[in-house]
């Protein structure tokens, strides 16, 4: 009797506690070239400060097939994201490194039902790329200068590096061709306009972690959706038009104080998901 009632005791404060320190699951989305092993040092720090966080980091287009289309990655990535949400009506964080968080920003626009409490963004080109360092690490041969021919062409855009490629010189090309951010960014309207913007201020916060040293993103104030202007003059997010006229939501965001610009010195653009330091300081607080 007596150990049976300390037993129904223990079981009862195991339940509580599993019940107080629920941590919402976490998805996570690889960067360009790489696969889900490479998240793995961040999905199991997460649970091993957070006990018990389920982190789904998807499996889906690794190594070369990163370089699919953006809406290829995000139809199948999303209705993989969908299911996650259904089973976790409690709401679920997203976090996506690199092209995995301009993957996830289409996710959360394409399926504007989505239950996404917080998404962080890890470095990821969100206003668009137009960088040497970057594009050698796919096409050695490309100049950045000259790039947007190949880009700017259907075949071009074929690949995910095309579909999110901002050339500062040659913007009426990149509307004219661009099959993807442009769209996502609703500087062209579409009748899928209004659900990508609902997609994004639906979110409870949405988080941006860049830095002067990433030495990749170009400019690395594209992570904070800061971006060039035709004389490569980089404009701060808030100065910029998608910003001013809330074309997809990001000043809806700030006037509810749900958007938060966090910028690290001293990370390159290979070790953000990997720096303990930022995991723990500027991620872990945000995964509740
Ligand atoms: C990577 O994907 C595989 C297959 O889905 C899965 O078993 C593994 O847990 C994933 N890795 C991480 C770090 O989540
Ligand atoms: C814009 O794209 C269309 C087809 O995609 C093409 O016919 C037209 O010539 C392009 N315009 C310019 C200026 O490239
Ligand atoms: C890790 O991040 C901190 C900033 O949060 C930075 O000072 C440090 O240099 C980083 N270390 C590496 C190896 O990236």
Redesign the pocket.
């Known amino acids: 009797m007596f150990f049976s009632g300390k037993f129904v005791l223990l079981c009862t404060y195991l339940l509580l506690e599993t019940c107080i320190t629920a941590y919402k699951p976490v998805v996570?989305i690889h960067g360009v070239l790489a696969?889900?092993?490479t998240?793995?040092l961040m999905?199991?720090h997460i649970q091993q400060v957070h006990p018990g966080t389920k982190?789904?980091?998807?499996?889906k287009f690794g190594g070369w097939s990163s370089l699919a289309p953006m809406w290829h990655q995000i139809q199948d990535m999303g209705e993989d994201l969908m299911k996650i949400s259904a089973a976790h009506p409690e709401g679920i964080n997203l976090i996506g490194y690199s092209q995995g968080g301009l993957i996830a920003r289409g996710i959360l626009e394409q399926f504007p039902n989505h239950n996404v409490d917080t998404f962080i963004s890890l470095s990821s080109p969100q206003a668009g790329q137009y960088g040497t360092k970057f594009l050698h690490l796919f096409f050695p041969g490309l100049v950045c200068r000259t790039a947007y021919e190949l880009f700017y062409s259907d075949i071009g855009q074929h690949t995910s590096v095309g579909n999110y490629w901002n050339d500062p010189h040659h913007q009426y090309l990149y509307r004219n061709y661009s099959r993807f951010l442009p769209y996502i960014n609703n500087e062209i309207v579409s009748s899928q306009s209004n659900s990508y913007k609902d997609g994004i201020t639906r979110l409870h916060k949405l988080i941006l972690i860049g830095g002067p040293d990433d030495g990749v993103i170009t400019p690395w104030q594209s992570s904070h959706f800061g971006y060039f202007d035709e004389n490569e003059q980089v404009v701060e997010m808030r100065n910029r038009k998608a910003y001013v006229l809330d074309k997809f939501g990001l000043k809806t965001l700030d006037k509810k104080m749900r958007l938060k610009l966090i910028e690290l010195n001293g990370v390159s653009h290979k070790d953000w998901h990997t720096n303990i330091t930022v995991i723990d300081k500027y991620i872990m607080p945000f995964l509740k």
Do not use: K, R
């Open positions: 996570i696969g889900n092993s998240m793995s999905a199991e982190v789904y980091a998807t499996d």
